[in-house]
């Protein structure tokens, strides 16, 4: 299976999901979207598949610094242009596997997806 987890290193929870994925040998490909950005056909799939209200990450703080005018203007258009521009407000991690596109990381869920 092909595994490619978009995310930012640092990130508590990428740490944990790397972890999860090692302990259970399970390889992947880590995309550190800060340094690589994200492709344009993996942001428009996550959107089109997942919903562009869960793909944004509104608790961050990249989110809580846009203006109210570029909140109120978020719709399925407008978020893979933000989130080009922005990918720090994509929610942690981003897993892209044969299976389909994955959002967020809690063991039990990553039990479903590979066991």
């Known amino acids: 299976m092909t595994v490619v987890m978009y995310g930012i290193p640092n990130c508590d ?5 790397k972890t999860w994925l090692t302990q259970h040998d399970i390889s992947f490909t880590f995309h550190d979207y800060r340094k690589q950005g994200v492709p344009q056909d993996v942001l428009t799939s996550a959107v089109s598949e997942l919903g562009w209200e869960n ?3 509104k608790r961050g703080t990249t989110y809580r610094q846009l203006s109210d005018e570029q909140k ?5 258009d407008t978020a893979v242009t933000l989130i080009t521009e922005h990918p720090a407000m994509i929610k942690r991690p ?3 596997t044969d299976n389909g596109m994955h959002l967020g ?7 479903e997806i590979f066991c």
């Open 72 to 76: 109120e203007q978020l719709s399925a």
């Open 105 to 111: 990381f809690k063991p039990a869920q990553y039990e």
């Open 94 to 96: 981003l897993l892209v």
């Open 13 to 17: 929870t990428i740490k944990k999901a």
């Open 55 to 57: 793909v944004i990450n």
